[in-house]
Nanobody
């Protein structure tokens, strides 16, 4: 599976942004899709995942109520709708594909190249 993330940019606090991740490969529908982020000088952090069977989402506490993950298996796309953005959301955002429903990075076999999100105060 190859992943291509896009949609990042520079926004102001309180704004919204939607990230997209395009996947290639025949078995996209069977993968758990996740979003992670990494801020400068910090470790990579789990953001959200969505499972492959019933599309149940799971979020890290800091984004609950503000971010929404979704997927379109027919288009082989996964999205991260981000609202009420805060400066602390500034990071490079990565999409990932794996077979485990987990917030741990080691559970994902495939990673996209990342897209920069910068939130100004």
């Amino acid at each position: 599976v190859q992943l291509q993330a896009s949609g990042g940019g520079l926004v102001q606090a309180g704004d919204s942004l939607r990230l997209s991740c395009a996947a290639s490969g025949r078995t996209f529908s069977g993968y758990v899709m996740g979003w992670f982020r990494q801020a400068p000088g910090k470790e990579r952090e789990f953001v959200a995942y969505i499972n492959s069977r019933d599309y149940t989402p799971y979020y890290t506490d800091s984004v609950k109520g503000r971010f929404t993950i979704s997927r379109d298996n027919a288009k082989k796309m996964v999205y991260l709708q981000m609202s009420s953005l805060k400066p602390e959301d500034t990071a490079v955002y990565y999409c990932a594909a794996g077979l485990r429903m987990t917030g741990q990075g080691y559970g994902y076999e495939y990673w996209g190249q990342g897209t920069q999100v910068t939130v100004s105060s």
